[in-house]
């Protein structure tokens, strides 16, 4: 089990440098309630300074940046900008369920790498796996699952969830 020391964080708060992972370590790692303070002051706002948390909860600015950093560095945590796709120029947003005869993890492997795929999951349930997709409109969404999703060694079949409109993407839930 890793440990974060009390200095640590943890937020959707993202490196765009690699995508978020969502491991067992990841979800076992402890963090003080200091680590916990960080973490919520930066999924209120990932903008603020180091100087700005550090007066918050009570260390050195220098403190503040070191956990950070420790945080980034082991997968806990990324700081990005969260768009809404339709705002941007991406005209199609999706989420696709997919169902697998064989191995998961290389068709999850696999999905990871597509550059319009942002989310994937492993579930249990009436899908394998699920993923998010962002297209730049039905032409290549349909490109998407013809020529690479379905294509996939392992895939058996596909139902995909058009999105109309994106109601609520917040990423602030706090810690435990």
Sequence with gaps: MQTVG??????????????PRVTRASSETRLDDIA???????????????????KAVGLSEAAVRQRVQRLLDADVMQIVAVTDPLQVGFSRQ?????????????????????????????????????????????????????????????VTSTETFVYLKLNKQH????TR
């Design 6 to 19: 009390i200095r640590d964080t943890m937020a959707r708060v993202t490196s765009t440098s690699r995508p």
């Design 36 to 54: 916990k303070h960080i973490i919520e002051l930066l999924q209120d706002d990932g903008r603020q300074s180091y100087a700005a948390i550090a």
């Design 94 to 154: 999706a989420m696709i369920g997919i169902r697998v005869s064989g191995d998961l993890l290389a068709v999850g492997d696999a999905l990871t790498a597509m550059p319009e795929v942002d989310y994937v999951v492993t579930t249990a349930g009436s899908f394998d796996i699920l993923a998010e997709v962002v297209c730049e409109d039905d032409d290549h969404l349909l490109d998407l699952l013809n020529q690479q999703i379905r294509t996939l060694p392992g």
């Design 171 to 174: 990423y602030n839930w706090g």
